[in-house]
């Protein structure tokens, strides 16, 4: 860690061009510095809930139909 914070600059810089950076205390990872490019690849689209559905292929049906399972219920002990 201390040499991460010594050499910060070096160590974002390295992120962006390498990949993922460890950063160890006592030999034990801590943490991980990675550009901001995988950070949005890996935190999602940042879209919404709403504009996801807006564009799923079930859009514009009246009505959705989902079979229900008729099997018996399991038995519970209380």
């Known amino acids: 860690m201390q040499a991460a914070k010594a050499r910060f600059s070096e160590l974002v810089r390295e992120a962006a061009r390498e990949g993922p950076q460890d950063i160890t205390v006592h030999g034990r ?43 018996l219920p399991r038995p519970v002990d209380l």
Request: aromatic residues 6%.
């Open 29 to 71: 990872s801590v943490a991980v510095v990675v550009s901001r490019e995988l950070f949005d690849q890996l935190s999602g689209t940042g879209e919404s809930l709403a504009a996801f559905m807006r564009k799923s292929p079930l859009v514009g049906m009246d009505v959705l139909e989902f079979e229900r399972d008729r099997s």
